[in-house]
């Protein structure tokens, strides 16, 4: 597609279950990157692929997240035993070139834990 | 630490003013990048400027400009004659080549026609 391609775009889970939000980066990209947007907030980093091995995922609040991009095109954020302090837009984004900082986002996927 | 601050969370100005966003950083290397991001209510976050720390020189882009200063650690953003269509959250953004963009909480910016 023309641009960073996020599903679902709204997901309501209940407390304790297991969740995966998709990512799909514009064609071409070997970067793509993780952030998670609480209410009121700016954008906080997560993880970065750069294509398919996790270079950097030091932003993962714990063991509960994890994240995978096995085919380097395709992300997938998975997020066991969910809590209602995980509800969030989760915002996935690419870049065709390392170390510039200029990133494509996509739309995001709201995550609302009850 | 590495930090963004932008102390206005909302603006709200009528069509064809002039307005100006703060945004004030601390951070202790000296070779860095800032940014500013845009995002509309759809939610993508949408590119607008970089500029590295070694180049103070003000740009102009359209009715976007930029005014960075180090020597107050601030990259203000000032939209001439606002539109409707600038109505949006925008985000300054520090980054030091790492991979990881450190963002400002945002202002939120309303254009009243």
Redesign the interface.
């Known amino acids: 597609g023309a ?2 391609s996020q599903t679902p775009s709204n997901k309501v889970t209940e407390k304790g279950k297991y969740v995966e939000l998709r990512c799909d980066p514009i064609s071409g990209h070997t ?1 793509l ?1 993780w ?1 998670r947007q609480s209410l ?6 997560l993880i ?1 692929f750069q294509g398919t091995g996790a ?2 995922d030091s ?1 993962l609040p714990n063991d509960r997240f994890f994240a995978v991009r096995p085919e380097g095109s395709v992300s997938t954020l998975k997020i066991q035993r969910t809590e209602r302090g995980d509800s969030a ?1 989760y ?1 996935c ?1 690419s870049s065709s070139a ?11 996927s709201r995550l609302t834990v009850l | 630490a590495q930090k963004v601050t932008q102390a206005q969370t909302e603006i709200s100005v009528v069509e064809k003013e002039d307005v100006t966003l703060d945004c004030v950083y601390e951070t202790r290397d000296t070779t860095y990048y800032l940014f500013w991001y845009k995002q509309p209510p759809s939610g993508e976050l949408v590119f607008l400027i970089r500029r590295n720390s070694f180049d103070e020189q003000n740009e102009i882009s359209g009715r976007y400009s930029w005014n960075f200063q180090k020597s107050t650690s601030s990259f203000n953003f000032t939209i001439t004659a606002s539109q409707v269509v600038d109505s949006a959250v925008y985000f300054c953004a520090l980054y030091f080549g790492n991979e990881k963009l450190t963002f400002g909480t945002g202002t939120r910016l309303t254009i009243i026609p």
């Open positions: 641009g960073v970067a990157y952030y009121g907030q700016g954008p906080e980093f970065y270079a950097d932003g837009v915002l984004a390392l170390n510039t900082g200029e990133l494509f986002f996509g739309e995001g």
